[in-house]
């Protein structure tokens, strides 16, 4: 990913889930990041679901 970076493309993020999390846990926890984010605020981002908190 870094070289793909580094050309100066993007990527629209990624989220990375627990595969020990419910599915329904997962869909809430992507639901609240869609209503509470700003377009593009995870653009070149890899972030790991759920947050740590």
């Known amino acids: ?3 793909h970076l ?3 493309r ?3 993020g990624i989220f990375t889930i627990d595969a020990n999390q419910s599915i329904g846990q ?3 926890e992507l639901i609240i990041i ?3 984010s700003f377009e593009d605020e995870y653009q070149d ?3 790991y679901l ?3 908190r």
Do not use: D, K, L
């Open 10 to 12: 993007h990527i629209p």
């Open 45 to 47: 981002r890899i972030e």
């Open 50 to 52: 759920p947050p740590i």
């Open 34 to 36: 869609v209503e509470a």
């Open 1 to 3: 990913m870094a070289n």
């Open 26 to 28: 997962t869909v809430e």
């Open 6 to 8: 580094a050309s100066g």
